[in-house]
């Protein structure tokens, strides 16, 4: 048996020694020390041996367990670190290399826009208000004067979260106007940008997602020459100064007087085309007196203050400004359109 382990030692720790690779280190593992081992099938055979004899053997057993338990982790290591090695070699960077540098992005027009009109307004005197864009229908619309059975309150028309129709996606940043009425008195002078949100089915003016900036400016003695007077300045110094605007009557429930402003339409130079569906003015905005029961509904004194309110579509804003002839190019994220600006 002493021949037995001494061989089972020598062939084991040369076949270690040509293993080139983890898997074979764990075949020779399984050889020599498995539960059907070469070693293991020797131990078996104990117990023909006699009582003095277990002893010596079952030592020398022992020993040889050990020595190829070591070698097998020692060559299981160098194995280990050659790999290693050998993949850092593959691996290696050249630090010295100069590096790929990424396509550097830029504004979405949208935000282009944006940007530029709360400028204009900011250097007009306003302030940025801002609020949420899951709001109360009574801000929505019983504040702002629109009755119990107005069209706009219709579940067809908006995007209602609760079945009893009291809280909803915003269809306009007016309510922001309320929520600013009810904690400052006036002066105020203030624009509110934001996302809303209307049933609208999509085609080339119109999208159930869109931005809007709404303006106040309640004060002593304002009057729709102020209102006209500011819009005039805000469309010639985001369009240039001549630009052309019509502002036509109109009925919104929260302004009286009410009225649309419309711009020149950029395509046709007024002629009529598809973008201003043949009438030669695009629509940028409505906009009016607020009514006195919205400002006697927020605790304003109607016989002190006064004031205007009006409503900017950015994405209508955003068309006249950089000629885009379809909204739906705004929300596409189609690369080739987004680099051109």
Known sequence: MKEMLEQIKREALDALMAA????????????????????????????????????????????????????????QAQLDAAALDARMQQEALDVTIPGTRPPLGHKHPMTTALDELKDIFIGMGFQIAEGPEIELADYNFTRLNHSAGHPAREWGDTF???????????????????????????????????????????????????????????????????????????VEQLYGKGTKTRFRPHHFPFTEPSCEVDVLCHACGGDGCRICKGEGWIELLGAGMVHPKVLSGCGIDTEVYSGFAFGIGVERMAMRRFEITDLRLIFENDMRFLAQF
Do not use: C, W
Not at 184 to 198: F, H, K, L, T
């Open 20 to 75: 080139e690779n983890t898997q074979a280190v764990e075949a020779l593992r399984v050889k020599y020390l498995g539960k059907k081992g070469a070693l293991t099938a020797v131990l078996k055979q104990m117990g023909t041996l006699s009582a003095e004899e277990r002893p010596v053997m079952g030592q020398l057993a022992n020993d040889v367990r050990e020595a190829l338990t070591s070698s097998l982790a020692r060559r």
């Open 160 to 234: 209602y979260m609760t079945e009893d129709s009291s809280v909803l996606l915003r269809t306009q940043t007016s309510p922001i106007q309320v929520h600013v009425m009810e904690e400052q008195s006036p002066p105020i002078r203030i624009i509110a940008p934001g996302r809303v949100y209307r049933k609208d089915e999509v085609d080339a003016t119109h999208s159930p997602m869109f931005h809007q900036v709404e303006g106040l400016v309640v004060d002593k003695g304002i009057t729709m020459a102020d209102l006209k007077g500011t819009l005039n300045q805000f």
